[in-house]
């Protein structure tokens, strides 16, 4: 089984940046297509971005296209998600999730997921 821990969620203004980990223990992680999804208080879960299990393929949700980056480190057993121009709307919880196969957007084809890391963004 694959185990998925968050961090370096926190407090930033808005115009500011944060970058998340998700680190992964267990087999085959290397195989796995990778995402990002967030949740606001009173919110239904939502798609951020995903990448495949090569890095090669990326697809992003059109709200952060262009201000957000996912990217892994296979070596590393991790995924990241560099936030930038972080606007007040971004407040969630962000999830690490992993699948066995390509990437997808919708979060019941997820196998994996991590407990949540609290981003929230001040105006």
């Known amino acids: 089984q694959v185990q998925l821990v968050e961090s370096g969620g926190g407090l930033v203004q808005a115009g500011g940046s944060l970058r998340l980990s998700c680190v992964a223990s267990?087999?085959?992680?290397?195989?796995?297509?990778m995402a990002w999804f967030r949740q606001a208080p009173g919110k239904e879960r939502e798609f951020v971005a995903a990448?495949?299990?090569?890095?090669?393929?990326?697809y992003y949700a059109d709200s952060v296209k262009g201000r957000f980056t996912i990217s892994r480190d296979n070596a590393k057993n991790a995924v990241y998600l560099q936030m930038n121009s972080l606007k007040p709307e971004d407040t969630a919880v962000y999830y690490c999730?992993?699948?066995?196969?390509?990437?997808?957007?919708?979060?019941?084809?997820?196998?994996?997921w991590g407990q949540g890391t609290q981003v929230t963004v001040s105006s």
């Open positions: 999730a992993a699948r066995g196969g390509i990437l997808t957007r919708t979060p019941s084809s997820y196998n994996y």
């Open positions: 267990g087999r085959t992680f290397s195989s796995y297509a």
């Open positions: 990448v495949s299990w090569s890095g090669g393929s990326t």
